[in-house]
């Protein structure tokens, strides 16, 4: 079961090994006269003081907040895999991308024996939602060409074994990017808990946009529990943008409301899409008696 990947491994008496990676980060408080250029205008009636990261952090808004910017701006300023290089909104010759960027400032914490972190750990990524949808349809799309050709061959006479050992060789592997791909054995959601499990190892820092895409409201809390683990026991930090009643409600986060001015520090049950589905339920309450 998803939910015991990894911590299976971890004693019932481990000791907890959270880590902070990214202590803070500033973004650029620089006024622009053009209201329109981006990301500037993102920001611009926003009076932010820096994000300061827990070993969980949850950047919370509604869309157009600018929670994946702030995302993709610290995975480039860190040159994170994943990065999303902005594409350069210019007026004459300046990329106000980059100036952005490089007006933006970040530190690093320390290590458990004290001593400043130089460097994030090199398996540190950020994950967009399209790539997990990506990832997610060529898990699908290899397992449904693996599984069919082995019944292909298997039907036709030949033995399991020599079958597996056959597809395992060159010639089985050049056969199969001639065959079509069939269609999808695995839902969404399960193939995303399946990418999940082998993408989240120890002792890395983790930037994840809206990691619920594709998820049951019971698998978005499965995700979320097995986040708390990884940061509780395997020195994983992590910075996430969802608005995910289910997950903000799970997850052990500081929770960032970039919805509001300030960007304020807020409880899970303060927030508005929260608020919105306990009212939404508990208008109907009589009809789950």
Request: net charge negative; charged share 25%; with cysteine.
């Amino acid at each position: 079961m998803f939910c015991s990947f990894c911590f299976q491994s971890v004693s019932i008496c481990a000791i907890i090994h959270t880590m902070i990676y990214l202590l803070s980060f500033r973004l650029s408080d620089k006024k622009l006269n053009d209201p329109n250029i981006y990301p500037y205008s993102v920001f611009r009636n926003k009076d932010t003081e820096p994000f300061v990261f827990s070993p969980i952090t949850v950047l919370y808004g509604n869309n157009g907040c600018g929670k994946s910017t702030v995302l993709n701006i610290i995975a480039n300023k860190l040159d994170l895999k994943g990065r999303e290089l902005a594409t350069p909104n210019t007026f004459g010759i300046l990329d106000y991308c980059t100036a952005f960027e490089s007006e933006c400032s970040y530190c690093l914490s320390d290590d458990e024996y004290g001593h400043e972190i130089k460097h994030i750990p090199q398996n540190s990524r950020y994950l967009k939602s399209e790539d997990i949808l990506y990832e997610i349809k060529k898990i699908q799309q290899r397992q449904v060409l693996a599984d069919g050709m082995l019944y292909d061959h298997v039907k036709g006479g030949m033995d399991l074994k020599d079958a597996k050992e056959y597809l395992s060789t060159k010639e089985g592997k050049k056969q199969q990017k001639f065959i079509e791909f069939a269609q999808e054995k695995y839902s969404n959601g399960e193939t995303s808990l399946r990418f999940f499990e082998e993408f989240l190892l120890p002792d890395a820092l983790y930037l994840l946009d809206e990691p619920e895409v594709s998820l049951s409201p019971a698998n978005q809390v499965l995700l979320a529990e097995e986040i708390n683990r990884l940061s509780r026991f395997l020195g994983c930090q992590f910075i996430i943008a969802t608005h995910s009643p289910f997950m903000l409600g799970t997850l052990d986060a500081k929770i960032y409301d970039l919805d509001s001015d300030d960007y304020k520090v807020s409880r899970w049950s303060e927030l508005e899409n929260v608020r919105y589905f306990y009212e939404f339920f508990r208008k109907r309450k009589n009809e789950f008696k």
